[in-house]
């Protein structure tokens, strides 16, 4: 089943902040998170594994919520790069599992 | 850093054509997945590897067949090509860390296929 991401798309000012929503009907093992510019190949930013932890690096940050089966994406101070598709994905179980995206949340930042 | 390497980047073929996509991944990373991208689409999960063995399988047509080999390059292979085989096609790459679960996918550039 395919994650829910929200919004579908957010426009921003250059040092604005931004969240991004991942939600599954499924109990979830993992979360991944990525970015992606038009015709390129999506850019690993971080995976959260169950256990409710929160990770982050730089301006961007992320929590995952095992039990509500949501992730969220905190941008902070946004920059120009950050514009880009960004795409949670899921994996039910550990291992060599397949991610399955949610459609995508278009960004666009403007200076 | 050694990223993962496709291809050819770019394939043309006809319909009812045979194609063959190669993915090299990472450098001591033994697991490969395959994905396919329409355009305006998310990523699709195709298939992956684990050590040469198959280890998941997601929505691949059965006109389509995979392998890793020992070098632990992967290769896609797709027959009977139609119009809607179009698409950017992505190989990723990730450890797989014994009882820690699963590893960071690495995406490689992908291989843009057009089917006319």
């Given at each position: 089943q395919q994650p829910v991401q929200s919004p579908q798309a957010v426009i921003l000012r250059e040092g604005e902040d931004a969240v991004i929503n991942c939600s599954s009907s499924k109990a979830l093992y993992s979360v991944h998170w990525y970015r992606q510019k038009h015709g390129e190949a999506p850019v690993f930013l971080m995976i959260l594994l169950k256990g409710g932890e929160q990770k982050g690096h730089d301006k961007i940050s992320a929590s995952f919520n095992e039990k509500k089966q949501q992730s969220s994406l905190y941008l902070t101070a946004s920059q120009l790069s950050y514009s880009g598709t960004y795409f949670c994905g899921t994996a039910p179980g550990g291992g060599a599992d397949g991610l399955t995206?949610?459609?995508?949340?278009h960004l666009i930042i403007q200076p | 850093a050694a990223g993962v390497i496709q291809s050819p980047r770019h394939?043309?073929?006809?319909?009812?054509?045979t194609a063959t996509l190669k993915c090299y991944p990472i450098p001591r990373h033994d697991t490969v997945y395959w994905y396919q991208q329409g355009p305006g689409q998310d990523p699709q999960f195709l298939i992956s590897f684990y050590e040469k063995m198959q280890s998941d399988k997601g929505s691949i047509p059965?006109?389509?067949?995979?392998?890793?080999?020992?070098?632990?390059h992967s290769e896609l292979n797709m027959s009977s090509l139609e119009l809607?085989?179009?698409?950017?096609?992505?190989?990723?790459?990730?450890?797989?860390?014994?009882?820690?679960?699963?590893?960071?996918?690495y995406f490689g550039p992908g291989t843009r296929l057009l089917v006319l």
């Open positions: 995206f949610g459609k995508g949340t | 394939l043309i073929k006809e319909k009812r054509e059965d006109r389509f067949s995979a392998q890793q080999f020992s070098d632990y809607g085989d179009s698409a950017l096609y992505f190989c990723a790459s990730s450890p797989i860390y014994p009882g820690q679960g699963q590893g960071t996918q």
